[in-house]
Nanobody, 117 residues
Framework: QAQLVESGGGLVQPGGSLRLSCAVS????????MGWYRQAPGKQREMVAV???????NYADSVKGRFTISRDNAKNTVYLQMNSLKPEDTAVYYC???????????WGQGTQVTVSS
């Protein structure tokens, strides 16, 4: 069983920046993709950014040019650098890791990101 621990969330003013981190520990499994998802009140969870085992990245249109996802495989850690934050980015952000064929998939508990003046 894998455990995902997220950190870096908090309250920030519009235009500010935050860096989220997610460290994976526990049972051994082959991590292929690592990503960030978010869910705002009254809305469905959406993909924010994903990075695959080949290094390919994918971003939601709403965050392109502002967010950057990266990973450190040696540390089993994924990061999300968030710049030029907007109130619309306010949500609970969840870390996700998945094996190549979806056999194993794990979620973090989520970290709150609030963008408000």
């Amino acid at each position: 069983q894998a455990q995902l621990v997220e950190s870096g969330g908090g309250l920030v003013q519009p235009g500010g920046s935050l860096r989220l981190s997610c460290a994976v520990s526990g049972s051994t499994f082959s991590i292929y993709s690592m990503g960030w998802y978010r869910q705002a009140p009254g809305k469905q969870r959406e993909m924010v950014a994903v990075i695959t085992g080949t290094g390919n990245t994918n971003y939601a249109d709403s965050v392109k040019g502002r967010f950057t996802i990266s990973r450190d495989n040696a540390k089993n850690t994924v990061y999300l650098q968030m710049n030029s934050l907007k109130p619309e980015d306010t949500a609970v952000y969840y870390c996700n890791v998945r094996s190549r064929f979806g056999v194993d998939s794990y979620w973090g508990q989520g970290t709150q990101v609030t963008v408000s003046s």
